[in-house]
């Protein structure tokens, strides 16, 4: 019998997953030494030949052996994971990614479980020495996949490419997936077909804009509005017999307007508008002045009286009934707005007191009389206003001026009671309740104004309104100067020269042109106008990837991917003018003219999009508006508001001022307003602030920069309201959660998935008492302990931060101290927050690390992989050594190869 050909011995070998493996090299080592040699020279050769499979060499091979393929070979793969190889392919990203996760669960500790064999610590770094110098070597910079626009870049994009500056997408469009905690990460930017079909939709309503329907003529219609069709809005007007009274003036509509509520403008154009009004009573003889404005049918009720647009101004001189018409242009979505302008009654605070103050002194008994309505007790700590509002209010004080027993020794205008009534009278909330009540004595006694009847006719012609301009000056933009005499195919090649680089962002060729021109001389052929072509141009040239796309143009990066790249980066938009010059010089990659350009790019109000949105995400601040915290924590939307507007304004000032990265952790300052310092970080300060230059961000918000004492439990991102609110739930906290949180974002050393065979808390916690013996009783179980001895220690420190970062002493409803004490991976002992800040101060590389891999993942659309973190790392420390200035390290980041590569 001859011996099998060695050939024989390779049938059905992979090299990728080689059948002698591993978990049996050792027994081919004692029992065929010579297959074992045969087989290697023969892997050996192919390897060489393919240049990147290479054999695993005899050190780290035994240690895999002895420490980890009882549990990761081909048969077990405990975590789905096979470490039980002779060769690997470093070609193959996952292959990388495989021993790369080797690297980080031998490095951080995690493995081999602790109840398992554990290698020496000169076994540990021989294979960690092995896997850092093979992944580094064979593992390339770069890899973005290709980058769709997410939302906010796709909407700022479409608001700077057409001018429309208030273009966002519609409700229910396809919300984009987070992927490493963001949403701007290649791998989680999928387009689905409902997501292209969506697009599809919104440039068809952007083209709309531009290229509009025609509109359907409106024949001319005569609307009339009685007394009765009028809005009657809180006290400003009343009906009384066949009148409509208005009795006041105001700022803002709702106190001193009244408009036809069944009159809407379906057609912009001029309209024939009369009116039948009189006097009520007057008191003198000046005119009374009735004011025409076009308002918006959609504008807020609140809306003050002046940024509507004023029509005609009218006096009415006479007790009876008088007729005016006029013409006015209307636009549709409009109604008529009417307002007594010189009324006598007044709804701002000063005037409405002075005026009553006047009023007073003249007739004691009508003091005593509001008097007795604001303080029926004659006890000013207790006052009755809210019940004042309105005919109600007026009721109750004209009851007390018929009492013949009305107290008049307070009716002076130096007694305390008085004093009290007239401040209370210049607050805001006294302002409108006292006014609504005094409308009522007007429509009673006069002077009002009557409107008897409003009648509206038309339209006359039809008008451009706001809309038709804007489009007019959309499509001039776009199509630009139409030459003498050129032709439509002519006119739409020049608009495709100047249009197209503008929305792919770089040049286009010629074919590019003549490919999206055809699609418009195709149209034309088939009977459409020259509009109907452009707009079905605009449609392709949306949906088109290389619209929706960044970087999908073939080879290495170039200058006009850097720019998208750092536009999108720092401003959530397209690259501007400037940035697109100095790409088409070539000169954009200089390491000088990108540090000064990224400079000039850099976010600098809290309010920028990039600020808004890597704080959102990165410290999940974008979790606030949905949390609503348990009503015991007296927790309301604006403190949410204020709590989030910390984090940005605090970010800012660390990015502008360039300040160490450790002011993130342990800072001598915060950004809050003075009244919400004190009511959750136990702030005390008697000073009155002194503003200078007040600032007021675009949510109407102007935070104080504090003082705080560095060492302090409060301060930094870890003693943030918005921080521990966003890690808790609004109702309690749990450690786990805030421990996890802390190691992912703030460390840059999260914790492994828990294995899928081992539920949550299930060891038994019998006699336990507080979170943390509960906790202690799970990390006893073996395949829990090593991650929890990293997640518990800085869980617990933070349990003392309730669910909206208050500082407590007691878990509550159990009323047991809480134990904030823990030992840190490293063997540091820490007591609470305080020792947690000061141990990170030491280590801010730790932090500046997880900062910057957070920031290049946000810019770059990838997680950064080994060697990318390897350079990353000589960053960190190069910036650490030159003052550490948070600006100084983005714009390291900015100049790094890894930002700079696709």
Same mark, same amino acid.
């Given at each position: 019998?001859?011996?099998?050909?060695?050939?024989?011995?390779?049938?059905?070998?992979?090299?990728?997953?080689?059948? =002698?493996?591993?978990?049996?090299?050792?027994?081919?080592?004692?029992?065929?030494?010579?297959?074992?040699?045969?087989?290697?020279?023969?892997?050996?050769?192919?390897?060489?030949?393919?240049?990147?499979?290479?054999?695993?060499?005899?050190?780290?091979?035994?240690?895999?052996?002895?420490?980890?393929?009882?549990?990761?070979?081909?048969?077990?793969?405990?975590?789905?994971?096979?470490?039980?190889?002779?060769?690997?392919?470093?070609?193959? #990203?996952?292959?990388?990614?495989?021993?790369?996760?080797?690297?980080?669960?031998?490095?951080?500790?995690?493995?081999?479980?602790?109840?398992?064999?554990?290698?020496?610590?000169?076994?540990?770094?021989?294979?960690?020495?092995?896997?850092?110098?093979?992944?580094?070597?064979?593992?390339?910079?770069?890899?973005?996949?290709?980058?769709?626009?997410?939302?906010?870049?796709?909407?700022?994009?479409?608001?700077?490419?057409?001018?429309?500056?208030?273009?966002?997408?519609?409700?229910?469009?396809?919300?984009?997936?987070?992927?490493?905690?963001?949403?701007?990460?290649?791998?989680?930017?999928?387009?689905?077909?409902?997501?292209?079909?969506?697009?599809?939709?919104?440039?068809?309503?952007?083209?709309?804009?531009?290229?509009?329907?025609?509109?359907?003529?409106?024949?001319?219609?005569?609307?009339?509005?009685?007394?009765?069709?009028?809005?009657?809005?809180?006290?400003?007007?009343?009906?009384?017999?066949?009148?409509?009274?208005?009795?006041? @003036?105001?700022?803002?509509?709702?106190?001193?307007?009244?408009?036809?509520?069944?009159?809407?403008?379906?057609?912009?154009?001029?309209?024939?508008?009369?009116?039948?009004?009189?006097?009520?009573?007057?008191?003198?003889?000046?005119?009374?002045?009735?004011?025409?404005?076009?308002?918006?049918?959609?504008?807020?009720?609140?809306?003050?009286?002046?940024?509507?647009?004023?029509?005609?101004?009218?006096?009415?001189?006479?007790?009876?009934?008088?007729?005016?018409?006029?013409?006015?242009?209307?636009?549709?979505?409009?109604?008529?707005?009417?307002?007594?302008?010189?009324?006598?009654?007044?709804?701002?605070?000063?005037?409405?007191?002075?005026?009553?103050?006047?009023?007073?002194?003249?007739?004691?008994?009508?003091?005593?009389?509001?008097?007795?309505?604001?303080?029926?007790?004659?006890?000013?700590?207790?006052? @009755?206003?809210?019940?004042? @509002?309105?005919?109600?209010?007026?009721?109750?004080?004209?009851?007390?001026?018929?009492?013949?027993?009305?107290?008049?020794?307070?009716?002076?205008?130096?007694?305390?009671?008085?004093?009290?009534?007239?401040?209370?009278?210049?607050?805001?909330?006294?302002?409108?309740?006292?006014?609504?009540?005094?409308?009522?004595?007007?429509?009673?006694?006069?002077?009002?104004?009557?409107?008897?009847?409003?009648?509206?006719?038309?339209?006359?012609?039809?008008?451009?309104?706001?809309?038709?301009?804007?489009?007019?000056?959309?499509?001039?933009?776009?199509?630009?100067?139409?030459?003498?005499?050129?032709?439509?195919?002519?006119?739409?090649?020049?608009?495709?020269?100047?249009?197209?680089?503008?929305?792919?962002?770089?040049?286009?060729?010629?074919?590019?042109?003549?490919?999206?021109?055809?699609?418009?001389?195709?149209?034309?052929?088939?009977?459409?106008?020259?509009?109907?072509?452009?707009?079905?141009?605009?449609?392709?040239?949306?949906?088109?990837?290389?619209? $929706?796309?960044?970087? =999908?143009?073939?080879?290495?990066?170039?200058?006009?991917?850097?720019?998208?790249?750092?536009?999108?980066?720092?401003?959530?938009?397209?690259?501007?003018?400037?940035?697109?010059?100095?790409?088409?010089?070539?000169?954009?990659?200089?390491?000088?003219?990108?540090?000064?350009?990224?400079?000039?790019?850099?976010?600098?109000?809290?309010?920028?999009?990039?600020?808004?949105?890597?704080?959102?995400?990165?410290?999940?601040?974008?979790?606030?508006?949905?949390?609503?915290?348990?009503?015991?924590?007296?927790?309301?939307?604006?403190?949410?508001?204020?709590?989030?507007?910390?984090?940005?304004?605090?970010?800012?000032?660390?990015?502008?001022?360039?300040?160490?990265?450790?002011?993130?952790?342990?800072?001598?300052?915060?950004?809050?307003?003075?009244?919400?310092? #004190? #009511?959750?970080?136990?702030?005390?300060?008697?000073?009155?602030?002194?503003? #200078?230059?007040?600032?007021?961000?675009?949510?109407? $918000?102007?935070?104080?920069?504090?003082?705080?004492?560095?060492?302090?439990?409060?301060?930094?991102?870890?003693?943030?309201?918005?921080?521990?609110?966003?890690?808790?739930?609004?109702?309690?906290?749990?450690?786990?959660?805030?421990?996890?949180?802390?190691?992912?974002?703030?460390?840059?050393?999260?914790?492994?998935?828990?294995?899928?065979?081992?539920?949550?808390?299930?060891?038994?916690?019998?006699?336990?008492?507080?979170?943390?013996?509960?906790?202690?009783?799970?990390?006893?179980?073996?395949?829990?302990?090593?991650?929890?001895?990293?997640?518990?220690?800085?869980?617990?420190?933070?349990?003392?931060?309730?669910?909206?970062?208050?500082?407590?002493?007691?878990?509550?409803?159990?009323?047991?101290?809480?134990?904030?004490?823990?030992?840190?991976?490293?063997?540091?002992?820490?007591?609470?927050?305080?020792?947690?800040?000061?141990?990170?101060?030491?280590?801010?590389?730790?932090?500046?690390?997880?900062?910057?891999?957070?920031?290049?993942?946000?810019?770059?659309?990838?997680?950064?992989?080994?060697?990318?973190?390897?350079?990353?790392?000589?960053?960190?420390?190069?910036?650490?050594?030159?003052?550490?200035?948070?600006?100084?390290?983005?714009?390291?980041?900015?100049?790094?190869?890894?930002?700079?590569?696709?």
């Amino acid at each position: 019998m001859h011996p099998a050909p060695l050939s024989s011995l390779f049938v059905g070998l992979s090299l990728a997953t080689c059948r =002698v493996t591993r978990s049996n090299y050792a027994a081919l080592r004692k029992r065929r030494p010579y297959i074992l040699a045969i087989l290697l020279a023969h892997v050996t050769t192919i390897s060489l030949h393919a240049n990147t499979d290479l054999p695993i060499p005899d050190r780290p091979a035994e240690i895999l052996a002895d420490y980890c393929l009882d549990c990761h070979d081909e048969a077990e793969m405990k975590g789905d994971l096979n470490l039980d190889f002779l060769t690997i392919d470093w070609s193959l #990203k996952e292959n990388r990614t495989l021993w790369e996760k080797a690297h980080f669960m031998a490095k951080g500790g995690h493995m081999p479980p602790a109840k398992k064999k554990q290698p020496s610590d000169e076994e540990r770094e021989s294979i960690l020495a092995w896997l850092d110098s093979s992944l580094l070597e064979h593992t390339p910079i770069g890899g973005t996949l290709p980058r769709r626009l997410n939302q906010a870049e796709y909407e700022a994009t479409i608001r700077g490419l057409f001018n429309l500056t208030d273009f966002t997408l519609p409700i229910g469009f396809p919300r984009d997936t987070e992927f490493h905690g963001f949403n701007n990460v290649g791998e989680g930017l999928v387009l689905s077909p409902p997501l292209l079909e969506s697009y599809g939709k919104v440039a068809a309503k952007i083209a709309d804009e531009i290229f509009p329907p025609a509109k359907p003529a409106h024949k001319s219609t005569t609307r009339h509005a009685g007394p009765e069709d009028m809005v009657l809005s809180f006290s400003a007007a009343t009906v009384r017999g066949d009148a409509l009274l208005l009795a006041s @003036r105001a700022e803002q509509i709702m106190r001193s307007c009244t408009w036809p509520s069944r009159i809407e403008i379906m057609s912009s154009g001029t309209y024939l508008v009369t009116i039948s009004a009189s006097q009520f009573l007057p008191i003198s003889d000046e005119p009374m002045k009735l004011e025409f404005r076009a308002r918006e049918l959609t504008a807020s009720d609140r809306s003050f009286t002046d940024s509507f647009r004023l029509l005609k101004e009218i006096d009415f001189s006479s007790e009876s009934p008088e007729t005016v018409t006029f013409e006015a242009d209307l636009y549709e979505g409009q109604t008529l707005l009417l307002r007594w302008t010189n009324a006598e009654m007044d709804h701002e605070f000063n005037a409405l007191a002075d005026q009553l103050g006047a009023w007073f002194e003249r007739d004691p008994r009508f003091l005593a009389a509001w008097q007795k309505a604001v303080y029926p007790n004659g006890d000013l700590s207790v006052t @009755r206003i809210v019940q004042l @509002r309105g005919k109600n209010g007026w009721e109750i004080v004209t009851k007390n001026l018929a009492d013949p027993n009305l107290d008049m020794s307070m009716a002076t205008m130096d007694t305390e009671m008085t004093k009290a009534l007239m401040k209370l009278i210049r607050s805001l909330q006294g302002t409108y309740q006292v006014a609504d009540a005094m409308c009522h004595y007007y429509f009673e006694n006069g002077p009002a104004l009557e409107i008897h009847g409003l009648t509206v006719e038309g339209p006359l012609k039809t008008v451009d309104d706001p809309t038709d301009l804007r489009r007019k000056e959309l499509r001039s933009q776009l199509l630009g100067e139409r030459k003498h005499g050129q032709s439509d195919e002519a006119f739409t090649r020049q608009m495709l020269e100047q249009f197209l680089p503008q929305a792919f962002r770089r040049p286009v060729d010629k074919q590019t042109i003549n490919t999206f021109l055809s699609i418009a001389k195709r149209h034309w052929a088939q009977g459409a106008s020259f509009e109907d072509g452009v707009h079905l141009l605009i449609r392709n040239i949306l949906i088109s990837p290389r619209f $929706l796309y960044r970087m =999908v143009s073939p080879g290495e990066m170039d200058e006009y991917d850097l720019a998208a790249r750092l536009s999108y980066f720092l401003t959530q938009g397209p690259p501007d003018e400037k940035l697109l010059a100095l790409a088409q010089s070539g000169s954009l990659s200089n390491p000088d003219v990108l540090r000064k350009e990224a400079r000039r790019l850099l976010p600098s109000r809290p309010e920028d999009a990039m600020i808004q949105s890597f704080t959102g995400q990165w410290l999940d601040t974008k979790l606030l508006p949905e949390i609503m915290p348990d009503p015991v924590f007296k927790f309301s939307e604006s403190d949410i508001q204020i709590a989030k507007a910390e984090v940005e304004w605090f970010f800012a000032e660390m990015l502008n001022e360039n300040l160490p990265l450790t002011d993130f952790i342990d800072p001598d300052f915060t950004y809050t307003t003075l009244e919400f310092a #004190k #009511k959750n970080y136990q702030y005390q300060s008697d000073r009155e602030l002194i503003r #200078k230059d007040v600032y007021r961000d675009e949510r109407g $918000l102007t935070l104080d920069r504090l003082p705080m004492q560095r060492g302090g439990r409060y301060g930094g991102l870890l003693g943030q309201s918005a921080i521990m609110t966003a890690t808790a739930n609004g109702v309690d906290t749990q450690p786990v959660l805030r421990g996890v949180w802390v190691l992912e974002n703030i460390l840059g050393m999260p914790p492994p998935d828990p294995p899928k065979s081992v539920p949550a808390l299930t060891p038994d916690i019998r006699g336990t008492t507080n979170p943390k013996e509960m906790l202690a009783a799970h990390m006893a179980d073996g395949a829990c302990a090593t991650c929890h001895k990293q997640i518990d220690p800085i869980g617990f420190m933070l349990e003392n931060f309730d669910p909206v970062g208050r500082w407590r002493e007691e878990w509550p409803k159990i009323d047991v101290p809480i134990e904030s004490s823990g030992v840190l991976p490293d063997g540091t002992p820490i007591e609470d927050i305080t020792d947690f800040k000061a141990w990170l101060v030491d280590n801010i590389d730790f932090f500046s690390q997880c900062l910057s891999e957070k920031l290049l993942t946000y810019a770059t659309g990838r997680v950064p992989n080994y060697a990318e973190r390897k350079e990353i790392e000589t960053i960190v420390l190069e910036n650490h050594k030159n003052g550490n200035g948070f600006q100084d390290l983005v714009l390291a980041l900015i100049q790094s190869e890894t930002f700079g590569t696709k």
